[in-house]
């Protein structure tokens, strides 16, 4: 097929979904949103963002060299607006500039300047994220490569698509409906993220239980390194086991090591429509054990979400979705194979015995989809509330093994008590991933101070349990300490390693991923 562009932002909007180039950046003054001190005894503290290259370099040196004008911006109001992601209350920095990448050259020759000037780069696609990985650094480059969104070529005898890092999730699902196959990665955000972006993170989603995460589908990347040069890392070929997994190493890697741009993805063939239940209790506690047992039972489903008493409450601020105000936790449980039916009936049997108050389940796609739609909201209300309610929100992003679930949410509940504070807690719990999120009055210090506490309670609990840090929205600055606490010793010193072979300079999103190792 021919090379395809994906949606703009401005196109995006116009359908009436968040504009990818429009984040919480708008109307803040780099460097002056409240950010969220460390707090704790999580390990090392939290770096200080670098300061800006000495001396200063010049802006219309790089812009000669890009493919055209205009690729580079060092307009104030532009550079602000791209200076954040989507979490709330972390540190920024102000940019030197902005380039909004349409080629490969164009990422080379920004990194290859850079690499020569000692000037640091963030890389950026959507900037969808949650953990502040693509906020800018003090005198940083911006990189943002959201405009290179073309879907470059399907091959449905090999089940692969290659394409851009700007290429929208739900556009490239879109795209392939047509050749009736399907890329299963799944994350809440798939409207808006981009592929560039949920490799960086290895984004998971709803679907992951069954499906996996976006490890499981990248065939090949292609990704420039910190010195300019471009390399292939992978193999597009089902099967290929020459040299070492370079391309694994990317992914996940936040922008510290390279940036990636282009990807060659599997795909699988269209997925069927899946039969969904929903189950209603009266206690959040019952409804983490009935999970417990669903994923001890043999039964395999597609996708099973938790939504506790707060999150509805949320929702229902959003919203009118129909949500018992009452309920004390909902699950969303999905199957698509042949013997979907079987495992509703085996899932509404096991919920009744835990204690659900309420089971109901249907086959019609259309109620699927508004279930679906509910749960895809949950970002949307958690961020209503935020802004409500003094405009703090730490999200959490803890995987736990699915047995310690129950004593995981214990702890929340724990938590919430001994620091006074609000906290939602939703997510992919067929895979032990959840979503506590904290709110708080960013401008009241005890608040803040409280709210600290609990992040650092809960990432706790969580490694206590033997879980980690983050399923699926990365590390970046919000948890770059408690990375050093989850590693060993060895491991710490691997990154360090792995880090100084590929970017000696330290130029690639500084005080970030790393910055505590």
């Not at 984040?23 to 963002?49: I, K, M, Q």
Request: contains cysteine.
């Amino acid at each position: 097929m021919d090379a395809q562009n994906t949606r703009t932002a401005q196109e995006t909007q116009a359908a009436g979904e968040p504009a990818a180039a429009a984040g919480p950046g708008t109307g803040t003054t780099a460097g002056t949103r409240t950010e969220r001190p460390g707090a704790g005894d999580a390990g090392p503290p939290v770096s200080a963002l670098p300061a800006a290259p000495a001396p200063d370099w010049n802006r219309g040196e790089l812009a000669a060299v890009l493919s055209r004008p205009g690729i580079l911006s060092v307009d104030p109001a532009v550079l602000e607006s791209y200076s954040a992601d989507h979490a709330l209350c972390e540190p920024l920095g102000a940019a030197s500039a902005l380039v909004r990448a349409e080629t490969v050259e164009d990422v080379q020759t920004t990194l290859r300047f850079a690499h020569e000037h000692g000037i640091p780069v963030v890389p950026q696609g959507a900037r969808t994220g949650l953990a502040g990985g693509a906020n800018a650094v003090p005198g940083c480059i911006l990189l943002n490569v959201s405009r290179m969104n073309r879907i470059l070529h399907v091959d449905a005898a090999e089940r692969t698509a290659t394409v851009e890092p700007g290429v929208i999730n739900q556009d490239l699902k879109d795209h392939l409906a047509g050749y009736g196959l399907a890329y299963p990665p799944d994350p809440g955000s798939v409207a808006i993220s981009s592929i560039g972006g949920n490799i960086a993170t290895n984004a998971g989603g709803l679907c992951c239980v069954k499906y996996g995460v976006t490890r499981d589908y990248v065939r090949s990347l292609k990704v420039v390194l910190a010195d300019g040069s471009l390399t292939t890392l992978g193999a597009r070929t089902a099967k290929g086991v020459a040299g070492l997994d370079l391309r694994g190493l990317f992914i996940g890697s936040e922008g510290t090591l390279g940036v990636v741009v282009e990807a060659t993805v599997r795909l699988v063939p269209a997925l069927p429509d899946p039969l969904t239940a929903i189950a209603v209790f009266g206690a959040e506690l019952d409804a983490i054990r009935t999970v417990t047992a669903v994923m001890s039972s043999g039964l395999q489903p597609s996708m099973l979400e938790f939504m506790d008493a707060q999150t509805i409450y949320q929702l229902n601020e959003l919203g009118d979705f129909g949500l018992d105000p009452e309920a004390g936790a909902i699950l969303l449980m999905q199957a698509d194979d042949a013997h979907a039916a079987a495992q509703l009936e085996r899932f509404t049997g096991l919920a009744e015995q835990h204690g659900a108050t309420e089971v109901v389940y249907s086959d019609d796609p259309e109620d699927s989809e508004a279930l679906i739609h509910i749960r895809r909201q949950v970002s949307a209300a958690a961020e209503l509330f935020a802004a409500r309610n003094g405009g703090g929100d730490l999200v959490e992003d803890l995987c736990v093994p699915v047995t310690a679930l129950p004593e995981f949410y214990a702890g929340v509940a724990a938590v919430r008590r001994e620091y006074d504070v609000v906290i939602s807690c939703a997510g992919h719990a067929g895979d032990g991933n959840l979503h506590p999120g904290i709110f708080f009055d960013a401008a009241d210090p005890d608040a803040v101070r409280r709210a600290d506490a609990a992040f650092d309670a809960l990432m706790a609990l969580g490694l206590e349990l033997g879980g980690t840090i983050t399923g699926e929205h990365g590390v970046g600055h919000l948890k770059n300490r408690w990375l050093a606490r989850e590693l060993d010793d060895s491991a710490r010193a691997l990154h360090r390693q792995v880090k100084q072979a590929l970017d000696p300079r330290g130029i690639l999103n500084p005080g970030k991923m790393l910055a505590a190792l």
